[in-house]
Structures are given as structure tokens and as C-alpha cells.
């Protein structure tokens, strides 16, 4: 069973404390592995908040192939941030020999493009990365997006926050929200594309369990949207989904919970908008999940939710204080980095709601 | 002694013989009198008994005449294996064994100079059936735990009616951030995922078809179970069209168009619209050909039903002026969705064959919305009467052609928009709930059945080639009968409790296939949850091979 975690914060806060919520969730897990996404940056991104950073593990060739793909299509760089590392032996740590946050400046035909425009470049660019660094394997693109990074290694949580020195809170690299996972995915094959979470266009997504309609779902996805690709994991489609309900169709974020998790019919009969409910039903069938889930999500406004599947078969909790707000697998992931908080008033999501945290940390129960 | 007549029909020349034990039989009368084809009558033999008293034989005799049972050796009152006599027998003294050596086939033609007609069971190719290669072998455990089938709640409805594409809801989102329905969408019904096939009311006997509709009526009423059943071609009684039941009912319409006018008058005067409409283009069972009522079963109910004579009732293989799918099949959805004002879906049932998917392609990207669903009838399927050559040498098997379908949706990204519904043998062992269950994990959204539900009922024939006398109008259990002795034979109430038993034992069991593989709403398409231990079906249906 996976632990997920996340964090919200009215300040920018270091990954270390990913790393903490996660540290005291380690017991029963594999230690396979560690990745974040950050949103909302701080530090030295703090200045470039409108302009895509690219996130990049790879080789030597890998890099030079990804930035002159990038320089051709006409974007030009204004920050290149090479995290140092630290290797010693005996770290438990599968590591590329690159790791690279760059940002660029659009093109300049698309400087003044609208940003749908914009979207849709950075998403194309992405994968025509990922397509030409897959040969040869020589290199992973988890994000290239505006006010996001990722970072994905394979190996022990623990050394690869040493590795990274991420133990060391700084000044230079936080945000305000950061979604985190410390584990491979265990289903299929250990790639590093196939760790949680998952990033799509200003969406983030990472779960605890087991999409027993991956089939269905990635059936159903792969013919959606040119960006639904990959699924090295099953739980990727909770992404897909989220991203194709809330940016393609342009529903509402309640919504989601209506297509993942639909009421039961007998349910759906009593309510007022029955006819809505049964025609997302009748239409989104295939983006139903069964089996036991945990979801935490970022929306491209730094808006965080989590949802559980139908029946409540995976735990999550949410803690606060008054200055952040986090989710987790476990409470003692919570105690951990919010001691002072008053436990009373966490949150166990139950089966048929979105605990959403919006902007100031405002956090919202919506009963499905 | 007289001169052996060659050409004569003798019992060895017909599929079934008479086993008859003189010494055990009282001349009750049973036997003769129940068997409905008169393959069976009472002759009287003389016997001659040869005795001696004395020491040294002196032998007498004497003479005398025995009523005995004796098999009627007629083509055309030819016992059909039902074995109402052996039922009926008190002593067991009668009963009918199955001749290996018949020549009926050849015998019967050239006798009658016309083709041998019986009812729907394909009676060769008796293997072991490609539904029985599947199992179900994604079996949820630690991380993914299995569902308690008694305890959890199951969603176990299928779509039917046309399903637009997500980005085709007629949706806005309001003031209040809520979606709200911005314009029309087709008509669309959630329903039991096992529809009770058409058969029609000409097929049946009336009591018979007061059954199946009892019966649906109570899983609907009083299990809870939204259970359609679909009239068939030839019309529904007025009474009927004119209840509050009308909405369990698909009305088909077939290529004879039989019924209809009755059905358009009641019109104004239903209270209920329809389940559904049925456009029945071919059947599984006899694809190619039409439907067979001979003038036996044209009984005078039937004639006012269907507005007809009593004659043989013919329905063309095809829908006469309807030639293409573009022009005609699209008139005709277009109106039966007008006459009943957009609130009726109308869905479309052909038979599988190598070019069903062709067909299956062309109407997922019908522009108007208007398929409700393609109900994909393979061979082993049917009731209906038929040519022997039609049952036995035409027809597709469905399992794979269900498959082709579902995986040409999925290509297209278009997978529910039609639901899929699939029949033809299913439930042949007797476990519809599996069949059902694997059909669905291949991509199905539903599947009907009719043979069963006569199986329920208390049908005697099977697929070696027992009864199978549907269209002689002598059905022996009253089933496939207009013969008001023989229909009275049926207890329509038992019949009704034998279909609302069946229906709530197989919902138990699909739920008991739900719940190992953790899906609490129907699995369609999880063909990951399936596998094969034959490698060839492996491959041809794209699941896991196992060994």
C-alpha cells in the first residue's frame, strides 16, 4: 500500500518537510523511491512565476538533445538551476547523471499568444522531448510548465534526500504547495516516469491504491487527448481524468467526484439533478474507477482536494494550522511537521466527498 | 407372406425409437393420449401362446388379441425424443431411445419433396463452447481487496440508448457552478443487464407469454430488478399496450411487420411509453432468413393480433425497401423515435456474421444520435422456427464477433456509445450469470436471452436434436403451442416463478463474479479480469493466456 502526502502553505515551504510527512509513514513500505511536484515556487523561481521551467533528468546527450529541441522551436533560456549533488557510497540511490530546472522564455511568436496557445506549446513540447529522449533512454521530462518543478529519483527516500541535500531547509528552492510520494509504483515495471505524482498541463495527481478499471480508463483515455500517454502506472489515469473533466470539458471540480465515483443509481434517483448525474454516468462509464483509492490533486490555481474512492477502503487525513494545510496517508505524517496543531479538528475524508483547500487556505468539505 | 415393401418407413428409419415393455404396461392410455404428436397409438396384435400338459409334448395353441403401444411409423407423426409418454407412464413400460442409424434426413425430403423445418436449435457442432475456455483470473486479494458479495451494494444496470460522447452533453455551467442540461439529449434507460429475448406472441403460446410478462413484471415490482423483456415480432394485445406494464416492454419490429398497425392505434391511448423499440434486421439463429409462423400456430387470437389470415405467416429476411444503412435503417429509427417523441430508445438487432462489424462501424458514426444499441444475435440463439439447413449451416459464432465490436470501438474511442448487447447460447449450460458475466468483461454492456427462458419454463428439447417441434403448433410441455389442450398443459404462475427464481439466483451469482475481481458496477470491457487456458482464444479475443 502506498502513502501519499501533501502540503499547502500560506508560506513557501522546503521539501524537507515532504520529506518529514513522509519519513514517519515509512514502516511497510519499500522505500523504492521518492517524487514531488512543487507549484506555486518560491526561491530563485520566485521571479519567473509566468515563464515554463523545464524538469529534466537525463544524461549528457539527453540534455544537449532536449535544449537544442528547445532552442529550435525558438525558446530561450533565463534560468538554469543545477541542484548539487552529493553522492557517497553506500546510498541507496539509482540516480541519471543529470538533474536540471531550467526556465525558459517563450518564442517570440508566442509571447503574445493567448494562454490556451501557450498551454497547448508547452504540452507538445513536453512530449516531443519525451519521444526523442525515450530512444536510447536518455532522459525523463516530468514537467515543462510555468510555477512547477518535479523531481523523481529511484531508491531510498532517506538517501535521496541526502543526495539531493534535501534534508537542508534554504531559502533557494520551496513553494507553497508540494504533493509527495515515497514509493515506486509496484504494478508494472519500475521506470521513473511510473512514480507518483503525475503532472498534465498544471495538473497534479498521486493515489493510494489500486484502479481495478485501469483497463477501461486507459482504453478509454489513450483516444481522449494526445497528452494521455505513458501509463506506466494505473493511478496515472486519475490524472487523465481529472485533467480531461476539469480543462477539456470544463466542468466544475465537484464534478470529478461524480465521474470517478458515481452515486449508486438508487442514490442518483432522489436527487434534484438526476438527469445530470445519469447522463455523466451514461457517458464517462469508462473513467469510473473501482477498487480502493486515495486521490490528493492539484488544480493549475493551486487549488488541493482529495477524494477517496466509493466504499472508503483507503485512509487519508488532513491536518491544519493556520498557515498550512496537509494531507496525508497517515496522521503521524501530520505530527510530524504540525505538532502544534489541534488534532480535533482533522479531517478523515469519508467516502463521498472532495475536502478541497482553496486560496488562503480555505478548506471546503463538498458532499458529493 | 407378404412382400417386403423396401421403400417403407420403419422406426429404424426415424431419429427417435419406441422402447415399450409389454409386461409392464396397464393400458392406461397415458402415454397415447399426452403425446402430442400422435407418434404413438394403440394396436392390437395377435399372439399366440403354444403350451403342452402331458408328459410327451402335445402341443396346443391358442390365439388372442393384445392391445399393446406401438411407435407410428410416419414421417410425419414421427416421434421427436420429447419423452412426455415416459413421463406419464405410470410404469414405466414406455419411452423413447435415440436411433443412431436414422435416415430421417434423407427419408423426409425425398418423401415430402420439401425441406425439414423445426425449431431453433442448431443441432451440430454439439463442442465445447468458447465461453467455457474463459475463467475469471484477476482475482483481487491483498491491496485490492475482493468485495463481499452479501454485504456490498452493486450497481448492476446497463445503458440503453444512444450515449453521446462527454463533449457532446448538451451541458452549461451555471451561476451557481453547477452543471445544467443546455439543450436535448437521446433518451437513454438503465436496465438489467440481462433482457429476456424476443420471442413473440405467435411464437408462444399465450399462456406462456403471460408468464414471461408476469414474471417481469414481478422482478420489477417486487425484487427490484429493472428487467425488460422484448415482445418479438407479431404485435403485443391491446391490453397490454394500453397498462402500466407497456414500460417493461421492448416492441420489436421486424421485417413482417407484424403487429404494428395494432400497436400505432393503441398509440394515443397508451399510459406508459415503451422500454424501447427493436428494429430486428437478422437473428443469430437462422441468419439470413426470416421468420417462420406456420398456419398451424396462426391461432385466432394470433390472426387478431397481427390483422392476418390463417395462413403461414412469412417475415422477409430482410426489410423490403430498406437497402442501406444510410438511407433506410435511418428513416426508420428516425420515425419510430418521432412516433413516440424522442423518448423511446430504438435500438438495432442483426445477426453476427463476418460482416456485422462493418455494420456495428457504420452506426457508431451515425450523425444523428439516434442508435440506442446493437443487439448482436449469434448462432445458437432463437427459438423460432426455421429450415433445418438455415439452423444447422448458417450463423456466426458471438463471442469473438461481441469482441470485434467492442475493440473497433475502442479504436475509435467511441466504446458505449452504442451499448453493446450480445446473445446466441447463452446460458446454453445453464449458468447464464457466467456467460453473462464474461460477455460483459469482453466488452458487452448486456445480453439477452430467449432459449433459456423456455428452459425455464419447462422446455423438453435440447441440442442433440430432442422435440425441437416449435413449429409444428404440438409443443408437448405448452410452451411453442396455440393447441388450447396443449397450452393448458402450462401453468402460466409457474412459469412466472420459475423465470422470478432463475432471474434472483443469477443476480446473486454475477454478483458473486463481481466481487472477486472488486467491481462494484458492471466490468465492462475489464477483459484483464479473464483468461484463457487455450491459447488460440487467448489470442483471437486478446486476453490473457494461461497454462
Not at chain 1, 515532504?18 to 506555486?40: P, R
Not at chain 1, 538533445?65 to 552529493?86: K, N, Y
Not at chain 2, 394485445?237 to 407497456?246: A, C, D, E
Not at chain 2, 446466441?424 to 469482453?442: E, N, Q, S, V, W
Request: with cysteine; glycine share 8%; proline share 6%.
Amino acid at each position: 500500500m502506498c502513502r501519499i502526502g501533501a502540503i499547502k502553505s500560506s508560506d513557501y515551504v522546503h521539501p524537507s518537510q515532504a520529506l518529514l510527512l513522509m519519513q514517519s509513514q515509512q514502516k511497510g513500505h519499500d522505500n523504492s523511491g521518492f517524487a514531488m511536484v512543487m507549484h506555486d515556487l518560491g526561491g530563485i523561481f520566485k521571479n519567473y512565476k509566468h515563464l515554463p521551467t523545464l524538469s529534466l533528468a537525463c544524461t549528457d546527450e539527453g540534455l544537449k538533445l532536449a535544449e537544442d529541441i528547445l532552442h529550435e522551436a525558438g525558446f530561450s533560456r533565463v534560468l538554469q538551476w543545477v541542484p548539487e549533488t552529493f553522492h557517497r557510497p553506500g546510498l541507496d540511490i539509482n540516480a541519471m547523471p543529470n538533474y536540471v530546472f531550467e526556465t525558459f522564455n517563450y518564442p517570440k511568436q508566442f509571447r503574445n499568444a493567448s494562454p490556451k496557445e501557450k498551454e497547448d506549446l508547452l504540452l507538445d513540447m513536453r512530449l516531443q522531448l519525451r519521444f526523442a529522449l525515450e530512444e536510447g533512454d536518455q532522459g525523463y521530462v516530468y514537467s515543462f510548465w510555468p510555477d512547477v518543478v518535479t523531481l523523481k529519483e529511484i531508491g531510498d527516500p532517506r538517501d535521496i534526500g541526502t543526495y539531493f541535500n534535501l534534508w537542508q531547509p534554504d531559502d533557494h528552492f520551496t513553494a507553497k504547495v508540494i504533493t509527495a510520494q515515497c514509493r515506486q509504483n509496484t504494478n508494472y515495471d519500475i521506470v521513473r516516469y511510473a512514480a507518483h505524482p503525475f503532472f498534465l498541463q498544471g495538473y497534479t495527481a498521486l493515489a493510494n491504491g489500486e484502479n481495478t478499471f485501469y483497463l477501461k480508463n486507459k482504453e478509454f483515455q489513450r483516444k481522449l487527448h494526445r497528452g494521455y500517454i505513458g501509463f506506466e502506472s494505473d493511478s496515472q489515469c486519475f490524472l487523465y481524468t481529472l485533467h480531461y473533466v476539469h480543462r477539456e470539458l470544463g466542468w466544475p471540480l465537484p464534478y470529478y467526484k461524480h465521474v470517478i465515483t458515481p452515486l449508486p443509481f438508487e442514490e442518483v434517483e432522489r436527487r434534484e439533478d438526476r438527469d445530470e448525474l445519469l447522463a455523466i454516468r451514461q457517458s464517462l462509464t469508462h473513467l469510473e474507477i473501482n477498487g480502493p483509492n486515495t486521490i490528493i490533486g492539484v488544480l493549475p490555481d493551486n487549488t488541493l482536494f482529495t477524494c477517496c474512492d466509493a466504499k472508503k477502503l483507503r485512509p487519508v487525513v488532513v491536518g491544519r494550522s493556520d498557515k498550512m494545510v496537509v494531507i496525508s496517508s497517515e496522521v503521524c505524517g501530520i505530527n510530524e511537521i504540525l505538532p502544534e496543531r489541534d488534532w480535533q479538528e482533522d479531517i478523515y475524508p469519508n467516502e463521498r466527498e472532495i475536502v478541497m483547500i482553496g486560496q488562503d487556505l480555505e478548506v471546503q468539505r463538498w458532499r458529493q | 407372406m407378404e412382400t417386403m415393401k423396401i421403400h417403407d418407413v420403419t422406426a429404424n428409419d426415424l431419429p427417435w425409437k419406441i422402447r415399450y415393455d409389454a409386461s409392464r404396461c396397464t393400458l392406461c392410455g397415458s402415454c397415447t393420449a399426452a403425446c402430442s404428436f400422435r407418434a404413438i397409438a394403440p394396436k392390437v396384435e395377435r399372439r399366440r401362446l403354444v403350451w403342452s400338459e402331458s408328459e410327451y409334448p402335445e402341443p396346443k395353441s391358442r390365439y388372442s388379441a393384445v392391445p399393446v403401444i406401438r411407435q407410428v411409423k410416419s414421417i410425419k407423426n414421427y416421434c421427436r425424443g420429447c419423452g412426455i409418454c415416459e413421463k406419464v407412464c405410470p410404469n414405466d413400460a414406455i419411452g423413447p431411445v435415440r436411433n443412431l442409424d436414422t435416415r430421417h434426413p434423407i427419408v423426409t425430403r425425398c418423401l415430402a419433396g420439401d425441406s425439414i423445418k423445426r425449431g431453433g436449435r442448431k443441432n451440430l457442432e454439439a463442442t465445447v463452447r468458447t465461453l467455457d475456455k474463459l475463467r475469471v483470473g484477476r482475482i483481487s486479494q491483498m491491496t485490492d481487496p475482493s468485495l463481499d458479495a452479501q454485504r456490498h451494494t452493486f450497481d448492476m444496470l446497463a445503458p440503453f440508448g444512444r450515449i453521446l460522447p462527454p463533449g457532446k452533453l448538451p451541458f452549461k455551467v451555471g451561476a451557481d457552478g453547477r452543471l445544467e442540461k443546455d439543450g436535448q439529449a437521446p433518451p437513454v434507460h438503465w436496465i438489467y443487464p440481462v433482457v429476456i429475448g424476443d420471442m413473440s406472441i405467435g411464437a408462444l403460446s399465450w399462456r406462456m407469454w403471460e408468464g414471461v410478462a408476469m414474471a417481469t413484471a414481478y422482478l420489477n415490482e417486487q425484487c427490484g430488478l429493472p428487467v425488460r423483456m422484448c415482445s418479438g415480432e407479431g404485435g403485443v394485445p391491446v391490453r397490454l399496450l394500453k397498462s402500466r406494464f407497456l414500460k417493461y416492454m421492448i416492441l420489436q419490429i421486424a421485417s413482417g411487420h407484424f403487429g404494428w398497425n395494432r400497436i400505432v392505434k393503441a398509440m394515443p391511448e397508451m399510459i406508459e411509453d415503451p422500454a424501447g423499440v427493436l428494429i430486428k434486421i437478422g437473428q443469430g439463429a437462422k441468419p439470413g432468413d426470416g421468420g417462420l409462423l406456420q398456419s398451424q400456430k396462426v391461432a385466432p387470437h394470433i390472426q387478431a393480433i397481427r390483422g392476418v389470415p390463417k395462413a403461414d405467416l412469412l417475415s422477409p429476411p430482410n426489410h423490403q425497401g430498406l437497402y442501406s444503412i444510410e438511407e433506410s435503417v435511418q428513416k426508420m429509427f428516425l420515425s419510430f423515435n418521432a412516433a413516440f417523441k424522442f423518448r423511446v430508445p430504438v435500438a438495432i438487432k442483426v445477426a453476427a456474421s463476418a460482416t456485422s462489424v462493418s455494420v456495428f462501424n457504420n452506426l457508431v458514426r451515425d450523425p444523428y444520435n439516434i442508435v440506442g444499441g446493437f443487439f448482436l444475435d449469434g448462432i445458437d440463439g432463437g427459438t423460432g422456427a426455421a429450415h433445418e439447413v438455415s439452423l444447422d449451416h448458417t450463423g456466426h459464432p458471438i463471442v469473438s464477433k461481441l469482441r470485434d465490436c467492442y475493440l473497433a470501438a475502442t479504436t475509435q474511442g467511441r466504446q458505449g456509445q452504442i451499448p453493446l448487447w450480445a446473445a446466441g447460447g447463452l446460458g446454453k449450460t445453464g449458468d447464464l450469470a457466467a456467460d453473462a458475466f464474461k460477455m460483459i468483461c469482453l466488452g458487452a454492456n448486456g445480453v439477452f436471452t430467449g432459449k433459456l427462458i423456455l428452459q425455464m419454463a419447462g422446455c423438453v428439447g435440447n441440442d442433440m436434436g430432442r422435440c425441437n417441434a416449435c413449429n409444428t403448433g404440438l409443443c408437448p410441455a405448452g410452451i411453442t403451442t396455440q393447441e388450447p389442450a396443449l397450452a393448458h398443459r402450462l401453468d402460466p404462475e409457474k412459469v412466472a416463478q420459475n423465470i422470478v427464481n432463475y432471474f434472483l439466483a443469477m443476480d446473486q451469482e454475477l454478483k458473486k463474479l463481481m466481487a472477486p475481481i472488486g467491481n462494484s458496477s458492471l466490468p465492462v470491457g475489464r477483459s484483464d479480469a479473464l483468461v484463457s487456458t487455450d491459447k488460440a482464444v487467448a489470442e483471437r479475443l486478446q486476453i490473457q493466456y494461461v497454462c
